[in-house]
Structure formats: C-alpha cells, structure tokens
Nanobody, 125 residues
Framework: QVQLVESGGGLVQAGASLRLSCAAS????????MGWFRQAPGKEREFVAA?????????YYADSVKGRFTISRDNAKNTLYLQMNSLNPEDTAVYYC?????????????????WGQGTQVTVSS
C-alpha cells in the first residue's frame, strides 16, 4: 500500500507555470508506476500524464498537455512531479496523482489503485 499527498497547486494567470508534487509514503515508491489525472468542474476525471517505475522512465501524455507539461519522478525522494508550463484556463481542475504496481504506465482511471486527495489548480485569463 502507498499513501499519496499532492501539493503545489494554486491560482495563476494564463501563461504562467506551476510544478505539482506528489509525495509517496508506505511501500517502496520505485515499485509503482505513476500517473496524473485532473477533474474540471462538471466534467469527468481525465488522464494527463503517466510514467513507468524505472529510473529511465517511459512517459506518456494526453494530447492536450503534450509539449507543455512534463512528468518526472525522483525515486530517492519518493516524489512524483508535474511541471506545467504555458497554462491556460482550460487547465483549471483538481489534479490527482495515482499509483499502480504494474511495470508499465497506465492511461485509464481504472488502471490505478491508489489515489491522492488532489490539489486545485486555477488559471485565470
């Protein structure tokens, strides 16, 4: 089992950057593949980015964030990151990190077993 706590959200203007963090505790962090999802008001939760569990990690992004967001992990610090650049109002959502024990990453919500509580990101125009 692993516990996940997101941080780094906030209110920013369009064009700004934010870096989200997801601190993991419990079971060995490097044994989990990780993902970021988001849920905007009135919408379903959607996939953002994912990373496999190795140090030379494979990554995958939703088309809507490709080229603007970067997912990374520091297994020594038990932390997952999401660097978000060129933010726009459509990125406004609660962002969640999630973990799964498979070697490879997943892009569907039900690929993941463990979830954090989320951190709010609001982008004003």
């Amino acid at each position: 089992q692993v516990q996940l706590v997101e941080s780094g959200g906030g209110l920013v203007q369009a064009g700004a950057s934010l870096r989200l963090s997801c601190a993991a505790s419990g079971r060995t962090f490097s044994s989990f593949s990780m993902g970021w999802f988001r849920q905007a008001p009135g919408k379903e939760r959607e996939f953002v980015a994912a990373i496999s569990r190795w140090s030379d990690a494979w990554t995958y992004y939703a088309d809507s964030v490709k080229g603007r967001f970067t997912i990374s992990r520091d297994n020594a610090k038990n932390t997952l990151y999401l660097q978000m650049n060129s933010l726009n109002p459509e990125d406004t959502a609660v962002y969640y990190c999630a973990a799964r024990t498979s070697v490879s990453y997943g892009i569907k919500e039900n690929d993941y077993v463990y979830w954090g509580q989320g951190t709010q990101v609001t982008v004003s125009s």
